[in-house]
Nanobody
Framework: QVQLVESGGGLVQAGGSLRLSCAASGRDFRGNAMGWYRQGTGKQRELVAHITSDGTTNYPDSMKDRFTISRDSAKNTVYLQMANLKPEDTAVYYC??????????WGQGTQVTVSS
């Protein structure tokens, strides 16, 4: 059974930082892309960042200044470093892994709440 388990979410004040982790098990994702998405209340799920198997990263323009994705393929783990957080970053953050353009595998999500 493939599982992606996120951790590191929580409550943080505006301007603060958090580091999310996503540990995968049941499948080796070294040859796959991994990524982070988020979904705020009443909003659609949106891409935060992707990272390919060779470490190439991709961010929407709105995310590239404050978010950094990385991975440790040996640990089958992907990370998201978030800096200078804003209240509008409040959302459930989901980990994803798989082949680009396919549904792939999803984690259950971790809540990030940024207070003003």
């Amino acid at each position: 059974q493939v599982q992606l388990v996120e951790s590191g979410g929580g409550l943080v004040q505006a301007g603060g930082s958090l580091r999310l982790s996503c540990a995968a098990s049941g499948r080796d994702f070294r040859g796959n892309a991994m990524g982070w998405y988020r979904q705020g209340t009443g909003k659609q799920r949106e891409l935060v960042a992707h990272i390919t198997s060779d470490g190439t990263t991709n961010y929407p323009d709105s995310m590239k200044d404050r978010f950094t994705i990385s991975r440790d393929s040996a640990k089958n783990t992907v990370y998201l470093q978030m800096a200078n957080l804003k209240p509008e970053d409040t959302a459930v953050y989901y980990c994803w892994g798989g082949i680009m353009g396919t549904n792939g595998y999803w984690g259950q999500g971790t809540q990030v709440t940024v207070s003003s």
